[in-house]
């Protein structure tokens, strides 16, 4: 530390910055601190959803904590809840029921969203991931992937998407864009799209590295050109649904 430094005797009239001073000049900008994520809202009916059976519009079975369990998962709506508090995935222990919002701009419970889509190995972490169909286009469909963290669910962040689709995983779509998500054989998630270029469709996709409930970017999207009926071949994570090559767990 470097108080006391500039202690001096001589009256304080010639203090011109940086002349004749000695030893290091004070740094006095310490590294910002990492900004905290937003809290959590609290969704005040989230117990009461929770209990309430009827509220549930889905349910799968498999073991997403990793203890090897069978655990039971479900999408409850309360469709007379505020924006943010309609819907929420449950994720039953045993006795213990675990929920988290699923809430997200621009999904319209109309349409019959969220949905329970599957469970897959996502994230690289013990237990099964949740995958929430969660945002519709017009023939786009984002879904959110949750996974277990400390007993709870919580999404699996996509490092670099932004909103109004950060943390979603787009797949589907028409001839005037494609979207797919898959894992490869190493456990590399790809997230991938095709938009139509002349006669053959420039395909760009983006690699991530899973981590304990986050992807990681590697590196620049990749690109190619292809032609409609090679897409499948070259790229396979579109020849089937989304995470259609993912471990069951
Ligand atoms: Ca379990």
Redesign the pocket.
Same mark, same amino acid.
Do not use: W
């Given at each position: 530390m470097i108080l006391g430094l500039t202690v001096s005797a001589c009256g304080g009239s010639d203090e011109s910055d940086g002349d004749g001073t000695q030893g290091p000049a004070p740094r006095s900008s310490p590294a910002p601190a990492p900004s905290p994520s937003p809290p959590e809202p609290e969704c005040v009916n989230e117990d009461e959803v929770a209990d309430d059976e009827s509220l549930r519009t889905g349910s799968l079975t498999g073991?997403?904590? $990793?203890? $090897?369990?069978?655990?039971q998962v479900h999408v409850a709506v309360d469709d007379s809840a505020d924006i943010g508090c309609r819907a929420f995935l449950l994720v039953a222990?045993g006795d213990e029921l675990a929920a988290v919002a699923l809430d997200v701009e621009g999904m319209d419970p109309a349409l019959g969203l969220p949905a329970l889509r599957q469970l897959t190995q996502v994230d690289g972490a013990e $237990?099964a991931d949740v995958v929430v169909n969660l945002v519709a286009g017009a023939s786009t469909v984002f879904a959110g992937v949750y996974s277990m963290a400390g007993g709870e669910p919580a999404r699996v962040t996509i490092q670099g998407s932004e909103p109004p689709v950060r943390d979603l995983f787009p797949y589907g779509g028409g001839v005037g864009q494609l979207s797919a998500v898959d894992c490869t054989e190493a456990g590399t998630i790809l997230i991938s799209s095709a938009v139509p270029q002349g006669a053959r469709y420039l395909v760009t996709r983006n690699r991530y590295t899973p981590t304990s409930g986050a992807l990681l970017r590697e590196g620049q999207a990749s690109t190619g050109k292809v032609k409609f009926e090679a897409l499948p071949a070259r790229f396979p994570e579109f020849a089937g649904g989304p995470f259609g090559s993912c471990p069951a767990e």
């Amino acid at each position: 530390m470097i108080l006391g430094l500039t202690v001096s005797a001589c009256g304080g009239s010639d203090e011109s910055d940086g002349d004749g001073t000695q030893g290091p000049a004070p740094r006095s900008s310490p590294a910002p601190a990492p900004s905290p994520s937003p809290p959590e809202p609290e969704c005040v009916n989230e117990d009461e959803v929770a209990d309430d059976e009827s509220l549930r519009t889905g349910s799968l079975t498999g073991d997403v904590s $990793g203890d $090897g369990v069978e655990d039971q998962v479900h999408v409850a709506v309360d469709d007379s809840a505020d924006i943010g508090c309609r819907a929420f995935l449950l994720v039953a222990q045993g006795d213990e029921l675990a929920a988290v919002a699923l809430d997200v701009e621009g999904m319209d419970p109309a349409l019959g969203l969220p949905a329970l889509r599957q469970l897959t190995q996502v994230d690289g972490a013990e $237990g099964a991931d949740v995958v929430v169909n969660l945002v519709a286009g017009a023939s786009t469909v984002f879904a959110g992937v949750y996974s277990m963290a400390g007993g709870e669910p919580a999404r699996v962040t996509i490092q670099g998407s932004e909103p109004p689709v950060r943390d979603l995983f787009p797949y589907g779509g028409g001839v005037g864009q494609l979207s797919a998500v898959d894992c490869t054989e190493a456990g590399t998630i790809l997230i991938s799209s095709a938009v139509p270029q002349g006669a053959r469709y420039l395909v760009t996709r983006n690699r991530y590295t899973p981590t304990s409930g986050a992807l990681l970017r590697e590196g620049q999207a990749s690109t190619g050109k292809v032609k409609f009926e090679a897409l499948p071949a070259r790229f396979p994570e579109f020849a089937g649904g989304p995470f259609g090559s993912c471990p069951a767990e």
